[in-house]
């Protein structure tokens, strides 16, 4: 059916065209724009694919030349998130994320409520410079290997106080210490790699049905297994490249309002790294109280006195772990100098109260923050491993030892870069360039005059709750591309800043933390196993509810000094005046 959808809606801006004749330039565009919605939305073909609709469809119908919807499938943006995957291939190469992880881990404890604090911070930390899907499939292993010590050092207990246990369905398995050998061989294979292996659905089956040492195992199991998922999407939030809805929403309003400047990476750490902290912490309260309940003390002790048995294992198998990285490497040292630099760079180049080391330059406006990483990012693949005058060897990944083996290959680049997520986005900002020159996005506006009567935060409460809901079944940039020029026409219609509107929606829109298909992250912890969907409804809900409390409050408080909300821009004045000529 969905294929048939293209060529049954043709006859609409024909229809429109016969009716209202000078409406045919809006009437494409709209059919566009319906065209490539329902195919997100549905996901009959791969999102990527989809993105590529307005490529064909807006020259055939004359919205736009081939070579202006051309231009906009390759940004500003894209070359950004390019030079950030170089840095982010280079972490994972190295195990950098795997020693900020255990390190994390072992200050926090293995406390049931301090381990699921300490994951959530190594989660958000790395989730704010590498994808949210890649920084869920390098902490969930470490997270289960954790949470298997747990379980089958709670089997051998039981089984030592005579209780009856349920051991795993394998006949190999017949004894206390098989049992202990058998776990610990699972351990270790979790460990020994951060690859991206998700269980099968019938060891998935097979692990619900079982039984659990205690039924406070697997509420831990549940806390933990979801507690990485939410932090991944908090940690998201933090930069413009944490997540590609973020980049969504910066190349768009850059390319609508050119004369803004206000959006960069400063500005936009300082407005959303509050908003993370607070996330971070009721997240961490509201999981806590949904399955570990309200004992705090005994949950988040840090006392040596007050551990148990099974956590002094724990804690011995999280140092064990840690000692097997040995002393940290020189790539790592690379790495991580790199990382500070391109943080460090971002932050200065314009930070607004001072100036920044654009100022350096006689032309202005020629530097941004893709020039960094794309910079930090080439140099990546020139720098060797090894270091200079040592004779000591590196594991490159090579049969032979090249002495002077780069940082990273482009193998390495090319096995992280969401080739996929970089055509979708190019998708969006065609859509959008197309409702700008057709005039669609101004009639949108006025249909929606209104809601003039309305108070500006009761608009931006409408459009989180909006988007928050709708991205629970779609994905998540799909989502944000479709309402991106929607809310900015109410906007300058209803003569609202523009951002009062826009970066809230944004925000919420990577609140799809409901069911499994919200979003990868989603899928992949809940293929572990732990977690039902009805345990993801029920938490997922409040996190939700949580993350539009948050950012309804950021936005009424400190945002408003922060981007001057309480006046209509001249930058959006201008560009009102310009969509309605």
Known sequence: VLVCISPL????????????????????????????????????????????????LYPLFGVLKSSEVAAEYCKDTTLLLMGVICLAASIEKWNLHKRIALRMVMIAGAKPGMLVLGFMCCTVFLSMWLSNTS???????????????L??????????????????????????????????????????????????????????????PTKRDHMICKCLSLSITYAATIGGLITITGTSTNLIFAEQFNTRY????????????????PIAIIMLVLTWLWLHFLFLGCNFRETCSLSKKRKTRREMLSERRIHEEYAKLGPISYPEVVTGVFFVLMTLLWFTREPGFVPGWTSLFEKKGYRTDATVSVLLGFLLFLIPARRPFSSSKVNTGK??????????????????MPWEIVILVGGGYALAAGCKVSGLSVWIGRQLEPMSGLPPWAVTLLACLLVSAVTEFASNPATLTVFLPILSAL????????????????????????????????????????????????????????GVAVVMLAITTWGVPLFNLTEFPTWAVTRNITGIL
């Open 151 to 212: 379980i089958c050092t709670g089997l051998a207990d039981s089984h030592n106080d005579s209780e009856t246990i349920e051991a795993p369905e394998d006949d190999s398995v017949k004894s206390v210490s098989e049992l202990i050998f058998f776990c610990s061989q699972v351990q270790t294979g979790e460990l020994n790699g951060v690859a991206i292996q998700i269980p099968n659905m019938k060891q998935v089956k097979s692990r619900r049905d079982s039984q659990y």
């Open 399 to 416: 049969n032979d030892d090249d002495p002077l083996a780069p940082m990273i290959t482009w193998k390495d680049f090319q096995k992280l």
């Open 491 to 546: 906007s300058e219609t209803l003569h609202i800043n523009p951002l009062q509107t826009l970066i809230p929606s944004t925000m919420c829109v990577s609140f799809g933390v409901m069911l499994p298909v919200g979003n990868p992250p989603n899928a992949i912890v809940f293929s572990y196993g732990h977690v039902q969907i009805s345990d993801m409804v029920k938490a997922g809900f409040g996190v939700n509810l949580i």
């Open 135 to 149: 920084t869920t499939a390098m902490v969930m292993p470490i997270a289960e290997a954790v949470l298997q010590q």
């Open 258 to 273: 050119p004369d803004a400047k206000v959006i960069n990476f400063g500005t936009w750490f300082i407005f959303s790294f």
């Open 9 to 56: 809606v043709i006859p609409v801006p024909l229809i429109t065209h016969l009716k209202v004749p000078s409406f045919l330039q809006e009437a494409c565009c709209a059919y566009v724009l319906m065209v490539t919605a329902v195919y997100w939305v549905s996901e009959a073909v791969p999102l990527g694919a989809a993105a590529l609709v307005p490529a064909f």
